[in-house]
């Protein structure tokens, strides 16, 4: 199994950037597609960016592209989303998720693994 810890979250001003990191461990990642989501309160966990096993394929949802980028480092077992621009609409709890097939999916119910989220509030 993989266990997964998110961190990097806080309490921001609208413009201001912050990064995500996903902590992976149990064992390597470097085979598995990766995801982040966010949800919010009364809503259903949405995708936010995904990247496919080797990187060459990325994702990003409409309400972020442009504003946030998903990487990962292999040697360190780590995803990161940066994000920049924040608006508060951002405003969620933001977990990262493995999908141990490897690909760039963009629906949450496919992928295995979850980390216990990371909160994001953006003020205005």
């Known amino acids: 199994q993989v266990q997964l810890v998110e961190s990097g979250g806080g309490l921001v001003q609208a413009g201001d950037s912050l990064r995500l990191s996903c902590a992976a461990s149990?064992?390597?990642?470097?085979?598995?597609?990766m995801g982040w989501f966010r949800q919010v309160p009364g809503k259903e966990r949405a995708f936010v960016a995904v990247?496919?096993?080797?990187?060459?394929?990325?994702k990003y949802a409409d309400s972020v592209k442009g504003r946030f980028t998903i990487s990962r480092d292999n040697a360190k077992n780590m995803v990161y989303l940066q994000m920049n621009s924040l608006k508060p609409e951002d405003t969620a709890v933001y977990y990262c998720a493995v999908d141990k097939y490897g690909y760039s999916r963009t629906t949450w119910r496919e992928y295995e693994y979850w980390g216990q989220g990371t909160q994001v509030t953006v003020s205005s």
């Open positions: 149990g064992r390597t990642v470097s085979s598995y597609g």
């Open positions: 990247m496919n096993w080797n990187g060459a394929v990325t």
